[in-house]
């Protein structure tokens, strides 16, 4: 691996951590257990599109390990696990047919599959199917947060190109 895309893995795994952290830290926006705007997957969003599936599958894992030692979550850890697994896959499968000037298309499918992830995670950690049921409050967030973490990623990817650091670290520099 090269080390200018070993050092963009970092800086993505820095960032998505750290915004993790500060939105665990700040009060939920709606009084409705699980939903979150998920902020990091910003990050995820944009190293899929610039890294590729591969680097972005290893920063998302890294990412949720860490962030459940750091916040101390560790309770928290399957469902993150669960919820991010599934929003990669989705989005890995998206990504295919989806171009980055419509990043929040994808971001939306993420979104709706973290929220799976995580009934499916609930459902075996509880021993309870109705859980499931919880699920269609959970899919009305998920087209709210994944359309506003869409748009921020793709307007962030759009400013990164601006600067031609992406093509820097795509080894593609003129």
């Known amino acids: 691996?090269?080390?200018?895309?070993?050092?963009?893995?970092?800086?993505?795994?820095?960032?998505?951590?750290?915004?993790?952290?500060?939105?665990?830290?700040?009060?939920?926006?709606?009084?409705?257990?699980?939903?979150?705007?998920?902020?990091?997957?910003?990050?995820?969003?944009?190293?899929?599109?610039?890294?590729?599936?591969?680097?972005?599958?290893?920063?998302?894992i890294l990412r949720i390990i860490l962030s459940s030692i750091f916040?101390?979550?560790?309770?928290?850890?399957?469902?993150?696990?669960?919820?991010?697994?599934?929003?990669?896959?989705?989005?890995?499968?998206?990504?295919?047919?989806?171009?980055?000037?419509?990043?929040?298309?994808?971001?939306?499918?993420?979104?709706?599959?973290h929220n799976i992830g995580q009934i499916v995670a609930a459902v075996v950690v509880t021993g309870t199917p109705q859980v499931i049921w919880y699920l269609p409050v959970l899919i009305i967030s998920a087209v709210i947060t994944g359309l506003f973490t869409g748009i921020s990623a793709q307007t962030a990817l759009k400013c990164l190109k601006k600067t031609n650091i992406d093509n820097i670290f795509r080894g593609q520099d003129k």
């Open 71 to 113: 916040t101390g979550n560790m309770t928290g850890f399957l469902y993150s696990a669960a919820g991010g697994i599934v929003c990669f896959l989705f989005m890995s499968v998206t990504a295919l047919f989806v171009k980055e000037n419509k990043m929040w298309i994808t971001s939306e499918f993420g979104a709706l599959g």
């Open 1 to 60: 691996m090269k080390a200018e895309k070993l050092s963009l893995m970092s800086i993505m795994l820095g960032l998505a951590l750290i915004i993790f952290i500060i939105e665990a830290q700040i009060p939920p926006v709606v009084p409705v257990p699980g939903i979150k705007l998920g902020l990091a997957n910003i990050i995820t969003l944009m190293s899929l599109y610039i890294l590729g599936r591969g680097e972005t599958f290893l920063i998302l």
